[in-house]
């Protein structure tokens, strides 16, 4: 991988991690807990619950990605980053600008399931 594309990439990924780390804290606003409250019937208060439960999924894989993310920009510079952990193969740069934290390549991906 040559400089100029370690460069494209750092910067994808750190505009996806500014991304994440907003859209973490915007998620992070409705994530405080739902009292009872009386002017909600029942089924207005099971549809909060169930919007919270869904922006709790939400936050919980944006901190994951944000974690992946953060990873391999530490690990760009190094000879590992962008070498499938599988075939050893380089992963495709097309991949690695859409998924730049892709440990596998797509070959690899699909055959282990993931």
Partial sequence: MTTQEKKILKSIMT????????????IEKSLKPIKKDCSLDSIDHKMLKQ???????????????????KYALLRVDTEEYGVCKECEEDIA????????????CVSCMNELGL
């Fill in 51 to 69: 919007d919270q439960n869904v922006n709790i999924q939400r936050f919980e894989e944006a901190k994951k990605r944000l974690n992946r993310l």
């Fill in 15 to 26: 505009q996806e991690i500014d991304a994440l780390t907003l859209e973490l804290q915007n």
């Fill in 93 to 104: 740069l097309e991949r690695l600008k859409l998924i730049p934290e892709s440990q596998y």
